[in-house]
């Protein structure tokens, strides 16, 4: 049998945050400090179950293991997830793969001291408006009230040959250059060895992971960070980029 794999970010590419209007037609996805803070959509809910027949779905996430774990999708839990920018790998019952963040290390090991620097520039920030969050020692995180001043500091100060600079809305992080998906995709795929590929995702952090497999689907909005060339096919927008793609990959998969 087949081994297909479905790569999927999970913000705003399979739920969204309740700030996002997605209609009335929506169930919780997460549940934070008693409140529901990110939801699906019914039509996306259903276009996932039918999908995780076909395909086997592996989520891939910036967020931490903490914050992955508190969302539900309404289908079995994947048995395999990749999170903190995939230098995590989750495994059955949310046990870590020790060895694969023992490897993450490594990989971010020449990337420590700017991290470091980066993490005392962030603490001095005027901008800053959130603490500076040091993540399982692979990326850092925060948040500015000035978004664009706060990257032109960093920018001038961190070598880019090391680390990636991103900023989400109010979020700043900073990545090295080899924690990123598409680098977690290539790693999964000397353990697993799937016959046939597919991502999704919705942002800058996703694009190295979408280069990375058979069928690439992103919000047509990240066009010009994809530059020229592109694998990727961009969505129309015709609908909810979740519903969108999740019929795209369903009518793939089943010739339609």
């Known amino acids: 049998m087949l081994m297909r794999i479905f790569y999927s970010d999970l913000d705003n590419t399979l739920i969204y945050s309740y700030k996002h209007d997605i209609g009335r037609a929506k169930r919780c996805a997460e549940i934070y400090q008693g409140r529901e803070i990110s939801f699906m959509t019914e039509k996306t809910h259903r276009l996932l179950c039918r999908l995780e027949r076909l395909v086997r779905i592996v989520p891939v996430t910036t967020r931490t293991k903490e914050q992955y774990e508190r969302i539900d999708l309404g289908i079995e839990q994947p048995p395999l997830a990749l999170v903190c920018n995939g230098g995590v790998l989750l495994q059955k019952n949310g046990e870590e793969d020790a060895s694969w963040y023992e490897e993450s290390l490594r990989l971010v090991s020449p990337c420590q001291s700017q991290l470091a620097y980066g993490e005392r520039l962030l603490a001095q920030d005027p901008d800053r408006c959130f603490a500076v969050r040091n993540i399982r020692s692979l990326f850092l995180f925060t948040k500015s009230e000035n978004p664009p001043q706060t990257l032109s500091r960093l920018k001038a100060a961190l070598d880019p040959a090391l680390v990636d600079l991103f900023s989400n809305g109010m979020k700043i992080y900073?990545?090295?250059?080899?924690?990123?998906?598409?680098?977690?995709?290539?790693?999964?795929?000397?353990?697993?060895?799937?016959?046939?590929?597919?991502s999704a995702g919705d942002s800058e952090f996703d694009l190295p992971m979408l280069w990375q497999t058979d069928l690439a689907l992103a919000p047509r909005a990240l066009k010009p960070q994809a530059g020229a060339g592109s694998n990727i096919i961009f969505m129309q927008g015709r609908q909810l980029f979740s519903e969108e793609l999740l019929t795209y990959i369903e009518d793939a998969l089943s010739g339609g």
């Open 174 to 198: 900073i990545v090295p250059k080899s924690l990123t998906k598409g680098t977690a995709i290539r790693r999964f795929h000397k353990r697993v060895n799937p016959d046939y590929t597919i």
